[in-house]
Every structure is written in C-alpha cells, then in structure tokens.
C-alpha cells in the first residue's frame, strides 16, 4: 500500500471517527435493537458523505464558494440538528424505547436520517474540501484519486460512524431502566445541542 493512500485512510478514518453530531445520533441508534437500524443509519450517514465527497471533488463545491451559502447551509443544519435535540430529549423510555423502529419502515427510517444529517453537516463538507484539496487535485489523475477517496471516504465512514453505534449497542444491558434510558437521551440531545453551539461559534 502507497504511502499515498495510507494518508487519505488516516485523514478519512480521522474524519470520521472524531464527535460530531452525525456519531451523536449513532449512539442514540446503536442503543437500540435490532442490529439492523443502527447498521442502515451508518449506510445511510456513509453513502451521503461520500456524495458530498464527489460532490466537492467535482468542482461543483457551489456551497463554500459562496458565503451567503455557506451561512444558510449552516443555519439549516443547525435546525435541522436542534430539531433531532428536541425528538431525542422527548423520545419515550420503556420498552416501547427498545423495541421502537424494529419495522422495515423504521429501519429506512434510520437510513434517511443518517443520509440527511450527514449532507447538512458542516463539518463533512470542510472535511471533503480538506480532503480533496490535499489528495485528489495535487494528482495528475484528478478524476481517478477523486474516486479513490470517495471510495476510501464510504469506507473510513463506515469504520469512524460504526465505532458509535457499537459504542450505543454496548449500552443496551445498562439502559434496562426507564431512568438510564431517560439520562441517555437527555445526554445525547445535550451533546447535539453543544455542537450547535459550536458550529455557530
């Protein structure tokens, strides 16, 4: 393996594996079973980061061109975040907390979500700009290092949001309370609330 392509999978597993909001809401679906909502919320979190990814390697990056679009794209990821704060703080506690999105159309459900607060993530596209920036435009081959690291980027995705959710699964034996269950809810919407704040800094 190229010393090359080492760096793009450190600088994309870093990426991904650093708190964000989008590995917030990872724990939040780890914790609940089955094992396959988790699963489609990282697919769905990875196949939007790695769009982004082409996206800004294709050179129709319009969003951080444009500073009136940059505010606004941040304005609709912080509601959109807050939004999720206030159904994760509301999110009923019981069994009905477990056992909820077991159905095909809750697991799609997750898929949707993950692909939505991904694209309205901030963070991801300064990172796919960084990324591209350092590993695909410097290359004589633009066009097949782009695809090299939005493949590279779903991957890294993968492992960097997975690592959340597995963290979330590892929680099930200890949310065996209504109260635990409730705390780990109130926690999550507060840590997605502080990345608000922290976007919007």
Known sequence: MSSG??????????????????NVLAIRHGARRPWSVPLL???????????????????????????????????????????????IARAPVGATDIAVNTGQAGGWA???QG???????????????????????????????????CAVSFVACMVGVGTWAALGMSLNRW???????????????ALLCLTVASMLA
């Open 175 to 189: 949310l065996d309370t209504p109260m635990r269950q409730r705390r780990l809810h109130q926690a999550l919407a």
């Open 5 to 22: 392509l080492v760096a793009m999978a450190t600088f994309a597993v870093v990426g991904a594996v650093t708190p964000g909001p989008v």
């Open 110 to 112: 997750a898929f949707v």
């Open 41 to 87: 919320f990282v697919l769905g979190a990875s196949a939007s980061y790695t769009l982004v990814v082409w996206t800004m390697g294709s050179g129709t990056g319009v969003l951080l061109r444009h500073p009136l679009m940059v505010q606004i794209s941040q304005w609709a990821g912080a509601a959109y975040l807050l939004y999720l704060a206030w159904r």
């Open 115 to 149: 692909f939505l607060t991904q694209a309205l993530n901030p963070k991801a596209w300064l990172v796919a700009l960084s990324g591209v920036v350092l590993f695909t435009l410097p290359q004589p081959d633009a066009q097949r290092a782009l695809w090299l690291f």
